[in-house]
């Protein structure tokens, strides 16, 4: 199985894409500036040179999508299509008293983490934004 790992931030959004079976990273990049002009995206693919794409990201939800648009690229890509993920984890900076190990987010965890707003304010909202844009 495939598993996309997502790492939001206030402004940048880090991820890695792990072939659980082998073992093995296939692919980990960057989005920096998310918001902010002179945004790009580092893309590097397992056992090749890095790739830069200089692109606005005026969201996380359009970060995502440059992520997506780059693991699937003929060029750089390392799957041929999404269907090839086989789940999406997220690091979600607070959780506070509700949640102190991982969870399969549903509507009402994604509630209960948007109520931890205050506790994590540069944080939770964008790591919200990136579970809704990889649904």
Known sequence: MKILVINAGSS???YQLIDMDEKKVLAKGLCER???????????????????IESPMPSHADAIKLVID???DKNHGVIGSMAEIGAVGHRVVHGGESFSESVVITDEVLEAIEECN??????????????????
């Open 12 to 14: 940048s959004l880090k």
């Open 118 to 135: 205050d506790l994590a304010p540069l944080h939770n909202p964008a790591n919200v934004i990136g579970v809704v844009a990889c649904r």
């Open 34 to 52: 998310i918001g902010i002009e002179g945004s790009r995206l580092n893309h590097t693919p397992a056992g090749c040179d890095k790739v830069v």
């Open 70 to 72: 780059a693991l699937v």
